[in-house]
């Protein structure tokens, strides 16, 4: 070991205070390189550069490349939740609320200044991955899931939909929605695709309004 790298340990040992703060600072770093490169662009080795520390240093925090993804992947969730499910509890439930989650999710993938959403893009790259990694990724995408799922029932439970809605159903279709929307404005720059899920969505809900 180094003499830096002796430092490093040294130092987060005697101030747990600090210790905490560099644990979120290598967080922030490790988000910001997912968010442009995904999870399997991170590495103990860029993350050590990007917040100016030894591996040694990274790894006093984080054992090993996984359980730092794993916690990047849950600082994702919490932040999700503020931007885009917190807002939308303060909507009325039924169609308002599950309206507010799915323009907020779509908007997050298309604007200018957002990074790609973990959930799409994590499983295209964990989709085949067994591991701690994929099981953080699916937990979180099933929560959210839930989430939209209960916004359906609370539509078809205040009378803004049909009692007669497949709620599986339409939550498959609104995902998909929002899987072709990051394709779109991700992956072939399409301009148009925001404006064209919002005119499917109206669409696939009037279909299912109440009369």
């Known amino acids: 070991m180094s003499i ?26 490790a988000l910001t390189i997912a968010s442009k490169s995904g999870l399997e662009g991170l590495t103990i080795g860029n993350i050590a550069e990007a917040v100016k520390m030894s591996k040694s240093g990274v ?9 730092l993804q794993v916690a990047v992947v849950r600082e994702y969730y919490q932040r999700f939740q503020d931007l885009i499910f917190s807002p939308a509890l303060l909507k009325p439930k039924g169609l308002p609320r ?37 099981d953080e990724l699916v937990r979180s995408v099933e929560d959210w899931r839930s989430a939209i799922r209960r916004g359906i029932q609370e539509s078809i439970a205040a009378g803004h ?27 072939l720059d399409n301009p148009k695709c925001l404006a064209n899920a919002n005119k499917l969505i109206k669409e696939i809900l009037s279909s299912y309004k109440s009369n």
Request: overall charge negative; aromatic content about 10%; some cysteine.
């Open 98 to 134: 599950l309206n507010q989650m799915i323009q907020s999710w779509i908007k997050m993938s298309t604007g200018d200044d957002s990074s790609s959403c973990f959930f799409i893009a994590g499983a295209v790259e964990f989709d085949d991955q067994p591991g701690i990694v994929r």
């Open 161 to 187: 939909l049909k009692k007669s809605v497949n709620v599986e159903i339409l939550l498959f279709q609104l995902y998909s929605i929002a899987l072709g929307v990051h394709h779109d404005s991700r992956f």
């Open 4 to 29: 830096q790298e002796s430092r490093d340990l040294q130092r987060e040992l005697v101030e747990p205070k600090k210790g905490a703060q560099t644990k979120r600072s290598i967080i922030e770093a």
């Open 59 to 67: 790894f006093a925090h984080f054992g090993s490349r996984e359980e």
